[in-house]
C-alpha cells in the first residue's frame, strides 16, 4: 500500500524542520524553500539525502541534478527549453506563470520550489517505483 499525500507531506515537513532547525509546526505546504524557510544549497542537498533515505526511492535525476548546479554545465542554455518546463510545472506550478513573463533562466528554478514542490516529487516518484 502506497503512502497518502498526507503521510508525504508529515515526513517532508518534519524533515525540512530537522534541516532547518525550526518547528515544524511552522512549515507550510505554499513556503518557499530557499526564500520563506532560507534553505542554502547545501542544505537542499541534505534534505534530498534525508528524504531519499525516508522514501527509499530517489528524487534526484540528471535532469534536477542538472538545475541544482546548472553553472557547472556550461553545454546547457542558460535558460530552460520547452520540454524541461512541461516536466517541472507538474512540481512548480508557478513555473507555468513565470513562463508568461519571458524566458527562465535555469538558475531561477530552485527559488520557486515550496515545499509542496517536494511533496508533489515525492509522490510522482513513489507511484513512478509503483509503492
Known sequence: ????????????????????????????GPDTLVQDLGLTSLDFI??????????KVRIRDA??????????????PPNLGAEEIENLSRFIPSLN?????????????????TTDTLVNMIAFKLAAQGS
Open 46 to 55: 541534505d534534505l534530498m539525502f534525508a528524504l531519499e533515505k525516508s522514501f
Open 97 to 113: 506563470q513565470r513562463v508568461k513573463d519571458g524566458p527562465v533562466p535555469r538558475n531561477s528554478v530552485i527559488s520557486m520550489m
Open 1 to 28: 500500500m502506497g503512502l497518502s499525500e498526507s503521510q508525504i507531506r508529515d515526513v517532508v515537513i518534519q524533515s525540512l524542520g530537522k534541516c532547518l532547525a525550526r518547528n515544524p509546526d511552522e512549515i507550510k
Open 63 to 76: 535532469d534536477f541534478d542538472r538545475l541544482l548546479k546548472p553553472t557547472q554545465d556550461e553545454a546547457l
